[in-house]
Nanobody
Framework: QVQLVESGGGLVQAGGSLRLSCVVS????????MAWFRQAPGKEREFVAS????????YYADFAKGRFTISRDNAKDTMYLQMSSLKPEDAAVYYC??????WGQGTQVTVSS
């Protein structure tokens, strides 16, 4: 059974940075396309960024371009989301997704203005 565990969320001031991590267990991590999503209160879950399993090609939502960086370390079965220049509207629960199928429990990001 595949398990995803996110960490790294917390409270940060606007303009600050956070790095989220997602550890995958249960199957070969390197074979999965991976992604980050987020969901703010009262809003639908939305795509943030993704990374392919082979060449590590990355894709970003428009709001994430230039501020967020997705990466993966297949040797550590871990995916990251480096977030900088955070804004209050970035506050949400951030979820890790593997293979468009598996989800983590989420990690809360709060941005104070």
């Amino acid at each position: 059974q595949v398990q995803l565990v996110e960490s790294g969320g917390g409270l940060v001031q606007a303009g600050g940075s956070l790095r989220l991590s997602c550890v995958v267990s249960g199957r070969t991590f390197g074979s999965y396309p991976m992604a980050w999503f987020r969901q703010a209160p009262g809003k639908e879950r939305e795509f943030v960024a993704s990374i392919t399993w082979g060449e590590g090609t990355t894709y970003y939502a428009d709001f994430a371009k230039g501020r967020f960086t997705i990466s993966r370390d297949n040797a550590k079965d871990t995916m990251y989301l480096q977030m900088s220049s955070l804004k209050p509207e970035d506050a949400a629960v951030y979820y890790c997704n593997a293979d468009e199928t598996y989800w983590g429990q989420g990690t809360q990001v709060t941005v104070s203005s």
